[in-house]
Each structure stands twice: as structure tokens, then as C-alpha cells.
């Protein structure tokens, strides 16, 4: 079965540095990855995605991720953060009955 | 292009009681999921709807029942409620086309309190 583990459960990061949010999946067939944002009391937002392609993903807000097959991982990258930022993100893998697996989930707490 | 719409944003109810969770689909979606988030964790997977039927189902009892209408709104049923149940429960549409289903987008889902 297939498996999301998102390692750091929150990431404090100030405001204007750079961050990495880390994802990991397991899988041996073909993969689509997801990162969703979900802000307080919402739903979830999705980031961006990787289908096929390019490995490197650009999303909204200024996020990217890259696809690394060799490492099966998708972690999710932001150059400069801001407060608005602060949400709870989440990596989720499509499985071959098309649901989506998502992790724990990574809290992004974005200080001044 | 109108999003996902879910009703109603909150509901509270007493165990064993039976609720109906709504889900309207995005324009032009036919794929309907449900999901389960409960407090401080990922999303779960319920099920899956496409054409009116059941397409796929997680590791639910069968007290969790769905169903998808002509126009692919959705309904969630849960029957006897228990306190574990008290969740945000998330409805995800997509387009299933050529067999094959890629990017859900979520509505912003329903808060369910058992007491």
C-alpha cells in the first residue's frame, strides 16, 4: 500500500527565510504527488502537482517542489516566506484507484 | 466557474443520530470524494462516486453511505453516530476522463461535533 510520511510535524521558520517542508512516499508504480494548504478552520488548497514532466513544480504563493524518484520525495520549497504563509501543508499521493493518501501534515509557523 | 460547496459549515449532534452531509460539485466535474479529517491529522479517505455510483472505499463501516446525484452533487449519510465520528468531513471534486482522474479540489467542508 501506498504510504505519505511527512517527517517535521511543525517547521518555525521567520519571517522573509527560506523553508523546506519535507515529504517522503512510498510507492513502485507510477506516481502523482500533491502538496495542499490548508489555512485555519478550510479546507485544503491545493499548491501545486506533479503528474509527469518536469520535476521541478512551480505553484501558487511562490512555491515549488521537486519530484526525486531515485529518493521518492517531494519536498515543498518557499525562498522567502511571509506571515501569510503560517497554514498547515499537506503531501498527498494519488494511488492507482485515484484517492488520494495524504501524510500527517507539516504546521508552518511564520514568525516576525 | 463556481468551486466546491459544502453545507452546512457546522453541525452538532448527539450520538446515535443519524446526519446528511451536502456536496455541490465544481463546473464541469463528474468525480466526487469524500474525505475525513479528524482533529490534528490528515485527511482519510471515505469513498469515491463516478456516474452515480460507488467507485472505491476506505477503511469506513458501512454506517457511512454516499450517494451522487444526476447534476454529481453528493450526499455523505452517517447513521448512528459515535463520538469518534466528530470530524471535518471535506468533499473533493474532480474530471474523470479517458479512465483516469488526476487533481481533486476541495470544498471547504463541514465541521461535525458528536456529543
Known amino acids: 500500500a501506498q504510504s505519505v510520511t511527512q517527517l517535521d510535524s511543525q517547521v518555525p521558520v521567520f519571517e522573509e527565510a527560506p523553508v523546506e517542508l519535507r515529504c517522503n512516499y512510498s510507492s513502485s508504480v507510477s506516481v502523482y504527488l500533491f502538496w495542499y494548504v490548508q489555512y485555519p478552520n478550510q479546507g485544503l488548497q491545493l499548491l501545486l502537482k506533479?503528474?509527469?514532466?518536469?520535476?521541478l513544480v512551480k505553484g501558487i504563493n511562490g512555491f515549488e517542489a521537486e519530484f526525486n524518484k531515485s529518493q521518492t520525495s517531494f519536498h515543498l520549497r518557499k525562498p522567502s516566506v511571509h506571515i501569510s504563509d503560517t497554514a498547515e501543508y499537506f503531501c498527498a499521493v494519488m494511488d492507482s484507484s485515484y484517492k488520494l493518501i495524504f501524510g500527517s501534515g507539516t504546521r508552518l509557523l511564520v514568525r516576525p | 466557474e463556481t468551486g466546491v460547496t459544502q453545507s452546512p459549515t457546522h453541525l452538532i449532534k448527539t450520538r446515535g443520530q443519524q446526519v446528511t452531509l451536502r456536496c455541490s460539485s465544481q463546473?464541469?466535474?463528474?468525480?466526487v470524494s469524500w474525505y475525513q479529517q479528524a482533529l490534528g491529522q490528515g485527511p482519510q479517505f471515505i469513498f469515491q462516486y463516478y456516474r452515480e455510483e460507488e467507485n472505491g472505499r476506505g477503511n469506513f463501516p458501512p454506517r457511512f453511505s454516499g450517494l451522487q446525484f444526476p447534476n454529481y452533487s453528493s450526499e455523505l449519510n452517517v447513521n448512528a453516530l459515535e463520538l469518534d465520528d466528530s470530524a471535518l468531513y471535506l468533499c473533493?471534486?474532480?474530471?474523470?476522463?479517458?479512465?483516469?482522474?488526476?487533481?481533486?479540489?476541495f470544498g471547504p467542508g463541514t465541521r461535525l461535533t458528536v456529543l
Open positions: 473533493a471534486s474532480s474530471l474523470r476522463r479517458g479512465g483516469r482522474t488526476d487533481t481533486q479540489y
Open positions: 463546473s464541469g466535474h463528474n468525480t
Open positions: 506533479y503528474l509527469s514532466g518536469s520535476t
